[in-house]
Structures are given as C-alpha cells and as structure tokens.
C-alpha cells in the first residue's frame, strides 16, 4: 500500500513538472510570431493603434499636454518646470499651446514614417513582432508609475526632501532669457548623471534601462520606455534629477517667465529633437548638411540613435551621447561620438543577446536573470552582482537559454 501511494505521488510529481515545463514553453519560451494577413492582420493593426496611442501620449506629451491645459502650463524643455500660461504675455501663450500640439502630430507623423519606410532605408524589414510585444510591455511600464506615486513611503520621502531642500540657499538671481538656458542646461546636466550611472551600476541597468535598449530593430514605435519605477526610471532622470536638480536650482533663483521669444525657440528645438529613435530622422540628417550643424549644440535623433548602437567603436564608457537634449556635457566629458553617416545596429553589445519578442519575458527576464546570480554565488559576492559595474560577471554565471 505504501509502495502504491509513493508510485502515485511520483506520478503526480511527473504531472506537475509536465504542465510546469508545457507553461515555461507556451508564456516564457516562446516568442511573438504573427502573420500579417488574415484574422492576425486585425490583431497587427490594433496593437499598432495601441502603440502609436502610447507613443503619442508619453513621448510626444499627448498626456501631459491635456493635464497641462487644465493646469494652464506647459513644460517647455526636457526637465525644465513648467512655466504658467498665465505668467506669459497672451500671444506667447498661444504660440506655446500651438507648439505644443504641433509636437503631437510631428511625432505621429514620424511614428507612421517610419513604420513605412523602415524597410527601404535600413534594408531589413520593419520589426512588428517587436512592436506588438514592446507596446504591451510599454503599457506594464508606464503603469508602474502610478503604484510607485500611491506608495506612502514614497511620497513621504519626497514631502521630507523637498523640506530639507529649503534650507539650501540662494546664491544666483537669474531671470529671463538667461534664467531658461541656465535652467535647460542644469537640467541636462543632472539627467546626464542619471543616464550615465544607470549605464555604469549594475542594479540601475539590470533592473531598468537595460529594457530601453533592448531593442534590435529600433525605431520610433519599437522602442520601449523605462519601468516608471522611482529610480529605475532613467528615461525621466529620476535618480539624479530628483536629488541633484532641487539643490542646483535652489542655488540659482531662475524665472524665466520673461524669457519671451526665447520659450517659443526651446519649444521648437524640443519637437524635433523629442522623437530620438527615429530611423526617418536619422536619414534627414545625413541628407542635410543644415540638420547636421545642430548636433554642435543639441542631442538631434541621430545622435541619440547613436547611444543605442551596439557597434564597438561607440562603446566610449558603457555606451555614449548620455544627454537629453543638449551635446554640451557629452562633449565636456569625453562621451560624445559623432553618428556615422549609415544608421548604425542597435541593440546591446552581447552577441548572445535575448531581444525578448514576448512581453511576459521581456518585462521579468532581468529580474529573474539576476536573482538566479545571487542563488548560484556566495554572499561575499552580492554587493558586486547588485551594484558592481555593467562589466562585472559573477564567478558563477547564469547558464540559460535566456
């Protein structure tokens, strides 16, 4: 009797390791492969109806531009605050809002282009099944925002920094026109930071932004945002634009309400350098001289594009172009490379790299890699596997097909 009920829970033992590999197989394994004709067509143009939709309202500010009009402000710069409408002469205020739904129907207009002729300038066809998984995964990401802001905890420790904050002093007035350069630059400077250390910081890249450049076929709608997780969240700047950008601007008084034509040019500028994964872009650039000459001075789409190449030679310390929207701090510190004239890989630098066509793999498959580092190593190791440089290999590395 005991022999029958072992033999039975062995049996039963089987069954469960059977339906757990038949599920590792159907939602971990296995990759997005969808035809692009019959019943799957319906499903190709209703996820790229949901990608355009989450392109147009993160990167292109469709979201934030409808809260933005109810609040009457507008963001005028990558990182730069928010100037009130009714702080700005009336007819710059127009000007500001047309801008600003200008930026929404470039970007849509360059999301489409690039969809279309993604073929026809890079030689390979255009990566839809990359599209289809990194819209859904865009979604899991942007929604993470919103659990992290619910969180008490977090939103205590912001209340308690900004009162610490206040103490800092004030040792610059600036206002005007000067006052909005020094505060684009200040800005810049502190997502610089940000971008660079989550290259360099095993916890920051592994956990985060490592997703932002998993992506082989890049373009304006096969791009994926980071998680929208309070530190993890590099794309925002948040590690050092939270806890350097307060204290930097603290030190200067900068209102730049007065700045006139100055917002409309910054405005401008943003528009065209804000879709920065765009293969249509990067093509306009090495067909116009006059497009080329903004790189002096601004992070264009080519120059961005360039960060995510995979190639060695742009490999400068952990990658390269680190900043938003200006080339100043790249330049000064040794990380800027010019784009080449063809449209460089993209990608991460492993050649044996898992791209992730599968949502579920996509979004868990870093954290998943670097919990089975800390179960295969020893203590000691730890710190090293968590916060060690990108380049470090635990001397027990991870052995799986993913």
Same mark, same amino acid.
């Not at 929604?143 to 900004?162: H, I, K, R, S, W």
């Not at 307060?246 to 879709?275: A, C, H, Q």
């Not at 089975?372 to 991870?398: C, H, M, S």
């Given at each position: 009797?005991?022999?029958?009920?072992?033999?039975?829970?062995?049996?039963?033992?089987?069954?469960?390791?059977?339906?757990?590999?038949?599920?590792?197989?159907?939602?971990?394994?296995?990759?997005?492969?969808?035809?692009?004709?019959?019943?799957?067509?319906?499903?190709?143009?209703?996820?790229?109806?949901?990608?355009?939709?989450?392109?147009?309202?993160?990167?292109?500010?469709?979201?934030?531009?409808?809260?933005?009009?109810?609040? %009457?402000? /507008?963001?005028?710069?990558? $990182?730069?605050?928010?100037? =009130?409408?009714?702080? !700005?002469? &009336?007819? #710059? *205020?127009?000007?500001?809002?047309?801008?600003?739904?200008?930026?929404?129907?470039?970007?849509?207009?360059?999301?489409?282009?690039?969809?279309?002729?993604?073929?026809?300038?890079?030689?390979?066809?255009?990566?839809?099944?990359?599209?289809?998984?990194?819209?859904?995964?865009?979604?899991?990401?942007?929604?993470?925002?919103?659990?992290?802001?619910?969180?008490?905890?977090?939103?205590?420790?912001?209340?308690?920094?900004?009162?610490?904050? %206040?103490? /800092?002093?004030?040792?610059? $007035?600036?206002?005007?026109? =000067?006052?909005?350069? !020094?505060? &684009?630059? #200040? *800005?810049?400077?502190?997502?610089?930071?940000?971008?660079?250390?989550?290259?360099?910081?095993?916890?920051?890249?592994?956990?985060?932004?490592?997703?932002?450049?998993?992506?082989?076929?890049?373009?304006?709608?096969?791009?994926?945002?980071?998680?929208?997780?309070?530190?993890?969240?590099?794309?925002?700047?948040?590690?050092?634009?939270?806890?350097?950008?307060?204290?930097?601007?603290?030190?200067?008084?900068?209102?730049?309400?007065?700045?006139?034509? /100055?917002?409309?040019?910054?405005?401008?500028?943003?528009?065209?350098?804000?879709?920065?994964?765009?293969?249509?872009?990067?093509?306009?650039?090495?067909?116009?001289?006059?497009?080329?000459?903004?790189?002096?001075?601004?992070?264009?789409?080519?120059?961005?594009?360039?960060?995510?190449?995979?190639?060695?030679?742009?490999?400068?310390?952990?990658?390269?172009?680190?900043?938003?929207?200006?080339?100043?701090?790249?330049?000064?510190?040794?990380?800027?490379?010019?784009?080449?004239?063809?449209?460089?890989?993209?990608?991460?630098?492993?050649?044996?790299?898992?791209?992730?066509?599968?949502?579920?793999?996509?979004?868990?498959?870093?954290?998943?890699?670097?919990?089975?580092?800390?179960?295969?190593?020893?203590?000691?190791?730890?710190?090293?596997?968590?916060?060690?440089?990108?380049?470090?290999?635990?001397?027990?590395?991870?052995?799986?097909?993913?």
């Amino acid at each position: 009797m005991e022999e029958m009920k072992l033999t039975l829970d062995a049996a039963k033992a089987e069954e469960r390791l059977h339906w757990a590999e038949v599920l590792k197989q159907w939602i971990w394994d296995k990759d997005i492969r969808l035809q692009r004709a019959g019943p799957q067509a319906i499903v190709f143009a209703v996820i790229a109806a949901v990608a355009l939709a989450v392109e147009l309202s993160y990167h292109q500010g469709a979201l934030s531009l409808r809260e933005a009009l109810s609040a %009457q402000s /507008v963001v005028i710069f990558y $990182n730069v605050k928010a100037v =009130l409408l009714s702080s !700005v002469d &009336a007819s #710059l *205020g127009s000007w500001i809002i047309a801008v600003s739904f200008a930026r929404i129907l470039f970007g849509l207009v360059v999301g489409i282009a690039d969809l279309v002729f993604y073929e026809k300038i890079t030689g390979r066809p255009f990566d839809w099944n990359a599209m289809v998984s990194i819209s859904a995964v865009n979604v899991v990401f942007l929604l993470t925002a919103v659990f992290t802001f619910m969180n008490p905890a977090v939103t205590d420790l912001l209340v308690q920094y900004e009162r610490l904050i %206040q103490h /800092v002093p004030t040792l610059v $007035n600036l206002n005007g026109a =000067l006052a909005l350069v !020094v505060a &684009a630059l #200040l *800005g810049d400077f502190c997502f610089y930071w940000s971008h660079r250390w989550c290259h360099k910081v095993r916890f920051f890249w592994n956990l985060g932004h490592v997703n932002h450049h998993r992506s082989k076929n890049l373009s304006q709608l096969t791009q994926a945002v980071d998680p929208q997780s309070f530190f993890l969240d590099t794309a925002g700047g948040k590690v050092f634009v939270l806890l350097l950008l307060p204290v930097m601007t603290k030190l200067f008084t900068l209102d730049f309400r007065d700045s006139g034509w /100055v917002l409309i040019v910054l405005l401008v500028l943003d528009v065209w350098t804000n879709p920065s994964h765009s293969v249509v872009l990067y093509y306009a650039e090495t067909r116009s001289r006059v497009l080329r000459w903004f790189r002096w001075f601004l992070v264009t789409p080519a120059v961005h594009f360039t960060h995510h190449s995979r190639e060695p030679e742009h490999n400068v310390t952990d990658g390269c172009n680190f900043g938003a929207r200006v080339t100043l701090w790249d330049r000064l510190l040794g990380t800027y490379v010019e784009p080449p004239p063809r449209i460089p890989e993209a990608g991460l630098f492993s050649d044996e790299t898992d791209y992730c066509n599968n949502p579920v793999r996509f979004i868990l498959h870093p954290y998943v890699r670097m919990f089975t580092e800390l179960r295969q190593n020893k203590l000691k190791y730890w710190p090293a596997i968590l916060f060690g440089p990108t380049t470090y290999d635990p001397p027990v590395p991870v052995q799986s097909k993913h």
